[in-house]
């Protein structure tokens, strides 16, 4: 990237030193270790002075955060079209904030010769003007655009939240609604059939009463059919008791799924 850049500078600047200043930064003459930082980040400041005279140079570059001094360095810069890269390190800090660079002093120093001090007629280099943010929750996201973000996942989290706790709710409220509607449909039709049961086992007990008392011999299929019957009003009974009660009901399924549960882990954990 950096290399890039310095090609570019070389491309576009070495003709415009030819023509207007042998010595001084270039053009686009100022740029950062990278590009997107925040506060707190230590940050290199690169500038670069272009020495098109036939002799050596040395020299100081200044440079500025927000016209305060950050650093003052000195050069030398080889003669013959060389480039010189100058760099200061600077600490980040919160706002906006305007980087630039100065020239401050420039000596041509001849290998044969006197010394001599030059006029500088372009000392100041480019402005990088920008905004720096800070990232405190360290998620390579700034504050500003986190907040934004942050404020907008908390709704979205919210509203998930909200719709899962509705959606929930109405499925609670939806099989509560069918339960309670099985269980008013099933309870009376139970009480109809334990009724229907219990009026056969009369009958039958009546039959077998008339039958033992005219001396006529009892159908032992009879008693079995009277005590299945039996059993089944047990159980209706059963039924009707725990359709009757809501809570109960639920106990006695969640029992029974437990119960299920449990045998089908038994198999798979026997299984496995
Ligand atoms: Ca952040």
């Known amino acids: ?7 570019i ?11 207007a200043q042998n010595v001084g930064f270039v053009r686009n ?11 707190g980040e230590k940050i290199r400041i690169y500038t670069a002075i272009f ?32 480039l010189q890269e100058v760099w200061a390190d600077w600490t980040a800090v919160k706002g906006n904030q305007s980087l630039s660079a100065k020239i401050l002093y420039l000596e041509r120093v001849p290998i044969n010769g006197i010394s001599e001090v030059l ?8 402005v990088i003007v920008k905004y720096v943010d800070s990232d405190t929750d360290k998620d390579g996201i700034g504050d500003l655009e986190d907040e934004v973000d942050d404020f907008k996942q908390v709704e979205k989290d919210n509203g998930l939240v909200e719709s899962s706790v509705n959606t929930t709710k109405k499925v609670v409220k939806g099989v509560d609604t069918s339960v309670t509607g099985f269980l008013e449909t099933a309870n009376p039709l139970l009480r109809e059939k334990k009724i229907e049961i219990d009026e056969e086992i009369a009958q039958l007990r009546q039959e ?62 026997n299984h496995g």
Not at 9 to 19: E, G, K, N, T, Y
Not at 69 to 79: G, P, Q, R, Y
Not at 119 to 126: G, M, P, Y
């Open 1 to 7: 990237m950096i290399i890039m850049r310095k090609l």
């Open 9 to 19: 500078f070389l491309l576009l600047l070495i003709p415009i030193f030819a023509l």
């Open 29 to 39: 003459n100022i740029w950062l270790s990278k590009p997107e930082f925040f506060a």
């Open 51 to 82: 020495n098109g005279t036939g002799d050596d140079i040395v020299g100081r570059v200044g440079f500025y955060n927000n016209s305060q001094l950050i650093d003052e360095v000195s050069f030398t810069a080889t003669s013959g079209g060389r």
């Open 119 to 126: 006029k500088i007629s372009d000392a100041d280099s480019e």
């Open 208 to 269: 077998s009463l008339e039958k033992k008392n005219g001396d006529i011999p009892v159908d032992p299929t009879s008693a079995v059919k009277r005590i299945l019957k039996q059993i089944y009003s047990f159980i209706l009974g059963l039924a009707i008791y725990v359709t009757g009660n809501r809570v109960l009901f639920y106990l006695v399924i969640l029992t029974l799924m437990a119960i299920i549960f449990r045998k089908l882990y038994r198999r798979l954990s």
